[in-house]
């Protein structure tokens, strides 16, 4: 399939931005995927230590993949312990 990619690519070199970009955003969207469940406190992959992720998660940990306007390093618990 590489090959096929390359010879295409040699043919008509106006598809290799085509190339790359699919590429990438497959790359990107690949790497997404595997952020999800080795980086949310809502997956839990071991019950029997650790039964409750979300309750664990410090208040000024950050565990969005992007926050517009909330600074973590400042915030304060604000509920009781479980």
């Not at 390359?6 to 290799?16: D, E, F, G, T």
């Not at 590429?23 to 071991?46: E, I, K």
């Not at 998660?57 to 509920?79: I, M, R, W």
Request: charge should be positive.
């Amino acid at each position: 399939m590489l090959r096929q990619i390359l010879s295409q690519a040699k043919k008509h070199p106006s598809l290799i931005p085509l190339f790359v970009f699919i590429g990438a955003g497959g790359t990107g969207a690949a790497l997404y995927v595997t952020r999800l469940p080795l980086f949310n406190p809502d997956v839990c992959w071991d019950r029997k230590n650790n039964p409750e992720p979300w309750n664990k998660v410090a208040p000024n940990e950050q565990y969005k993949f992007y926050s517009v306007n909330v600074d973590y390093s400042k915030l304060k618990k604000e509920g009781p312990d479980f």
